[in-house]
C-alpha cells in the first residue's frame, strides 16, 4: 500500500485533483445513488470533512527549513533495472474485445420466461437476518448478471429455475472472511422477485461500430486498431517512467539523512489519502471501512497504522525533491503554473481556466509541479538498465 500512496502523492497534480474538485465529485456521486442514500450521506460528510481538515493543514513546501530535515546523499547518476515498456498485439486485442464488451446492450429474453445461466435477471430483493432487513441487502430493479459471481455464494445459483414474476425465499450463508464483520458467516434469507431477462448483445467490430465513438480522425476497423494501439503505448510509457522514478526517488532517499518530517507536513498527506479513500467509496457506494476490506483486504486499524506510515515516507520524499530542488535551483515559474493548467484543467473537469484558479489551491498546485519537476531531473540524470539486459 506504501508504493501506492507515495505514487499518487507524488505524481504530478494528483494533490490538486484530490483537495481540488472531489469533494464536489463525491457530492455528485452519491446523489446519482438511491439504493445506499444513508450510507452515501454518511460518505459525503465524511468527505467534507477530511477535505477540511486537510485544507486546515496548510503547510507548503516553501514554509518549510528543509535543511533542518535533509542532508543530501548521492541522487545524481543511480541505477535502476526497469523492462522496457512493450505493447503487444494480444494486448490490443484485448483492449478492442473490452470496449466491444464495455458497449454491449441488454436485450428482453420474450422467448422463455424461466432464469438460466448467463441471463440478466432484473431483481427486486431484500435480505434479512433474523427476521430483520440488514444494511446494504435490499434494492430494486437490479440487473444481475447471473454467473457472474457479483453475489454470495448460493444466491445467483438459487435463481436459476425461477420464472419471471416469480419470489423465492433464498436461504444463505455468508462466507466468513465476508468484509462486514456483523454479517460474516451469518446465515439469511433474501426474498428474491425476478422481474424480467434479459441477455447482453455484444456489437461487432466494424467501420459502423468504430465512427459511432466520434474519434477524431478514427472512423475504420484499421484506424481504430491503430489509435488503441497508441493509447496503449503511451499507458506503457506513462508507467515505465514512473516505475522508474520512484525507483530513484527510493534510491535517493535511502542515500540520504533525514529526520522525522514536521506533524503538519504528514498531516496533510495523511487528510488528502484519507480525502481519496472517501471519494473512492462513494463512487461505490458504500462506507469507507466497508471499501478498505473489500478493495484492500485489511481491516481499519491496519490501514490507519499503515496510513500514518505511508505519510511519513510521502513527507520525507517531498522533502529531499525539494531540497534538491533548491540545490539544483528547479523552479516552477508562472508561466510553468499557466501553461499546465492550460494543458489539464479540461481533462480534471474544469469547464475553464478561471474556474480551475478559483477552486484549486495554486500553492498546492505549485508544490505537485515542483514534486514532478525534480522526478523528472532524477531521471534525466539516472541510468536505467534494462531488465532483460540485466539478466545477460
Same mark, same amino acid.
Given at each position: 500500500?506504501?508504493?501506492?500512496?507515495?505514487?499518487?502523492? /507524488?505524481?504530478?497534480?494528483?494533490?490538486?485533483?484530490?483537495?481540488g474538485?472531489?469533494?464536489?465529485?463525491?457530492?455528485?456521486a452519491?446523489?446519482? !445513488?438511491?439504493?445506499?442514500?444513508?450510507?452515501?450521506?454518511?460518505?459525503?460528510?465524511?468527505?467534507?470533512?477530511?477535505v477540511e481538515e486537510?485544507q486546515?493543514?496548510?503547510?507548503?513546501?516553501? $514554509?518549510?527549513?528543509?535543511?533542518? =530535515?535533509?542532508?543530501?546523499?548521492?541522487?545524481?547518476?543511480l541505477?535502476?533495472?526497469?523492462?522496457k515498456?512493450?505493447?503487444?498485439?494480444?494486448?490490443?486485442? !484485448?483492449?478492442?474485445?473490452? +470496449?466491444?464488451?464495455?458497449?454491449?446492450?441488454?436485450?428482453?429474453?420474450?422467448?422463455r420466461? +424461466?432464469v438460466?445461466?448467463?441471463?440478466?435477471?432484473?431483481?427486486?430483493?431484500?435480505?434479512?437476518?433474523?427476521?430483520v432487513a440488514?444494511?446494504?441487502g435490499?434494492?430494486? *430493479? =437490479?440487473d444481475?448478471?447471473?454467473?457472474? *459471481?457479483?453475489?454470495?455464494?448460493?444466491?445467483?445459483?438459487?435463481?436459476? *429455475?425461477?420464472?419471471?414474476?416469480?419470489?423465492?425465499?433464498?436461504?444463505?450463508?455468508?462466507?466468513?472472511?465476508?468484509?462486514?464483520?456483523?454479517l460474516?458467516?451469518?446465515?439469511v434469507?433474501?426474498?428474491?422477485t425476478?422481474?424480467?431477462?434479459?441477455?447482453?448483445?455484444?456489437?461487432?467490430?466494424?467501420?459502423?461500430?468504430?465512427?459511432?465513438?466520434?474519434?477524431?480522425?478514427? +472512423?475504420?476497423?484499421?484506424?481504430?486498431?491503430?489509435?488503441a494501439?497508441?493509447?496503449?503505448?503511451?499507458?506503457?510509457?506513462?508507467? =515505465?517512467?514512473?516505475?522508474?522514478?520512484?525507483?530513484?526517488?527510493? /534510491? #535517493?532517499?535511502?542515500?540520504?539523512?533525514?529526520?522525522?518530517?514536521?506533524?503538519?507536513?504528514?498531516?496533510?498527506?495523511?487528510?488528502?489519502?484519507?480525502?481519496?479513500m472517501?471519494?473512492?467509496?462513494?463512487?461505490?457506494?458504500?462506507?469507507?471501512?466497508?471499501?478498505i476490506? *473489500?478493495?484492500?483486504?485489511?481491516?481499519?486499524?491496519?490501514?490507519?497504522?499503515?496510513?500514518?506510515?505511508?505519510?511519513?515516507?510521502? #513527507?520525507?520524499?517531498?522533502?529531499?525533491?525539494?531540497?534538491?530542488?533548491?540545490?539544483?535551483?528547479?523552479?516552477?515559474?508562472?508561466? $510553468?503554473?499557466?501553461?499546465?493548467?492550460?494543458?489539464?484543467?479540461?481533462a480534471?473537469? =474544469?469547464?475553464s481556466?478561471? +474556474?480551475?484558479?478559483?477552486n484549486?489551491?495554486?500553492?498546492?498546485?505549485?508544490?505537485?509541479?515542483?514534486?514532478?519537476?525534480?522526478? !523528472?531531473?532524477?531521471?534525466?540524470?539516472?541510468?536505467?538498465?534494462?531488465?532483460?539486459?540485466?539478466l545477460?
Open positions: 500500500m506504501k508504493n501506492r500512496f507515495l505514487k499518487w502523492v /507524488l505524481l504530478a497534480m494528483a494533490c490538486v485533483q484530490i483537495v474538485c472531489q469533494a464536489a465529485d463525491t457530492q455528485q452519491a446523489e446519482e !445513488s438511491t439504493e445506499q442514500a444513508t450510507v452515501e450521506a454518511t460518505t459525503e460528510e465524511a468527505t467534507e470533512e477530511a486537510a486546515e493543514a496548510k503547510l507548503y513546501l516553501e $514554509d518549510i527549513n528543509v535543511d533542518d =530535515y535533509v542532508t543530501l546523499g548521492e541522487y545524481k547518476g541505477q535502476v533495472i526497469q523492462s515498456p512493450e505493447v503487444t498485439q494480444e494486448e490490443i486485442d !484485448s483492449f478492442i474485445q473490452y +470496449t466491444l464488451s464495455s458497449s454491449r446492450s441488454l436485450e428482453e429474453i420474450t422467448d420466461d +424461466t438460466q445461466n448467463g441471463d440478466v435477471a432484473n431483481i427486486d430483493y431484500e435480505g434479512k437476518k433474523d427476521g440488514f444494511d446494504g435490499t434494492a430494486a *430493479g =437490479y444481475l448478471e447471473i454467473g457472474s *459471481g457479483s453475489f454470495i455464494p448460493g444466491f445467483e445459483e438459487g435463481l436459476v *429455475g425461477v420464472k419471471v414474476g416469480e419470489t423465492k425465499d433464498l436461504t444463505l450463508t455468508f462466507p466468513e472472511n465476508y468484509q462486514a464483520a456483523d460474516a458467516g451469518q446465515e434469507v433474501f426474498t428474491v425476478v422481474n424480467s431477462i434479459s441477455s447482453y448483445t455484444t456489437p461487432e467490430l466494424n467501420d459502423e461500430f468504430v465512427s459511432n465513438f466520434g474519434i477524431e480522425g478514427v +472512423t475504420t476497423v484499421e484506424e481504430f486498431e491503430a489509435y494501439k497508441e493509447g496503449l503505448e503511451m499507458e506503457a510509457e506513462n508507467s =515505465y517512467r514512473t516505475n522508474v522514478q520512484m525507483q530513484l526517488l527510493t /534510491l #535517493a532517499v535511502q542515500n540520504a539523512t533525514m529526520k522525522e518530517p514536521p506533524a503538519e507536513l504528514v498531516a496533510k498527506y495523511k487528510n488528502m489519502n484519507a480525502s481519496q472517501e471519494y473512492q467509496a462513494a463512487m461505490y457506494g458504500v462506507d469507507v471501512e466497508t471499501f476490506q *473489500g478493495y484492500y483486504g485489511v481491516d481499519m486499524a491496519t490501514y490507519e497504522a499503515e496510513m500514518e506510515a505511508g505519510a511519513i515516507e510521502t #513527507a520525507k520524499q517531498a522533502l529531499l525533491c525539494y531540497k534538491i530542488a533548491l540545490v539544483e535551483n528547479l523552479q516552477v515559474t508562472e508561466e $510553468d503554473i499557466n501553461t499546465s493548467i492550460e494543458a489539464n484543467y479540461a480534471m473537469g =474544469y469547464p481556466v478561471e +474556474t480551475f484558479k478559483e484549486v489551491d495554486l500553492k498546492e498546485y505549485k508544490d505537485s509541479l515542483l514534486l514532478d519537476k525534480v522526478m !523528472s531531473f532524477l531521471m534525466e540524470n539516472g541510468e536505467v538498465i534494462n531488465e532483460v539486459e540485466s545477460q
